[in-house]
């Protein structure tokens, strides 16, 4: 696993925008229209922007996968809310937007309390899903995360996720119904 450098996020953004292009999670608040890549692409630049400042990004030695972890207590008011803006104004509409603010109202009273270590994407290239890349690359955050005095932290809409998370000891503490489940995870 190799931490990520700012010249490396055009193609970490490129994979998790492939990568998280069906998922319903990523969909809930972005705009299904013509201009959806183009929104996701702004979410995933945000995402990418809000971690290298404010936690860590990996990626896998391949360079076909890739890890993004947020520290929320790292975060900053002036500059996490500049992220914020600029990613509202690219990628959100007003009603979007509302959606948006919501969900995260109803995520945030459901999360784990304390210092954590949040995966927020993991997201490997879709050519070369199932081929253990994603798997090594988990086992490594775990690793990193060990150590940290944070617990580790996710959230995923995917059942099919939730199976694979729990092969690396993670457990479902709270779901979240938002017309789609959303299944908040911990390891250990």
């Given amino acids: 696993m190799i931490k990520a450098c700012y ?3 055009a193609f970490i953004t490129r994979i998790l925008v492939d990568s998280f292009y069906e998922n319903s999670s990523v969909n809930f608040i972005i705009k299904q229209d013509k201009n959806k890549m183009k929104r996701i692409k702004g979410l995933m630049d945000y995402s990418f922007d809000l971690c290298f400042h404010f936690g860590e990004i990996f990626y896998s030695e391949d360079r076909k996968g890739c890890a993004l972890i947020l520290f929320p207590d790292k975060k900053r008011l002036l500059p996490s809310t500049l992220l914020d803006l600029k990613f509202i104004f690219s990628s959100l509409d007003f009603t979007h937007l509302k959606l948006a ?54 959230e995923t809409s995917n059942v099919q996720n939730v199976k694979w998370y729990r092969k690396f000891g993670f457990e479902v503490y709270n779901k979240l119904d938002l017309g789609y489940l959303l299944y908040f995870m911990k390891r250990g």
């Fill in 7 to 9: 010249s490396d996020k």
């Fill in 101 to 154: 603010m919501i969900r995260e109202s109803k995520i945030k009273k459901l999360q784990y309390p304390g210092l954590t270590y949040y995966l927020w994407f993991i997201g490997i290239d879709p050519a070369e899903q199932g081929k253990g890349i994603g798997s090594q690359l988990l086992r490594e955050v775990i690793s990193d995360s060990c150590g940290s005095g944070r617990q580790i932290l996710l």
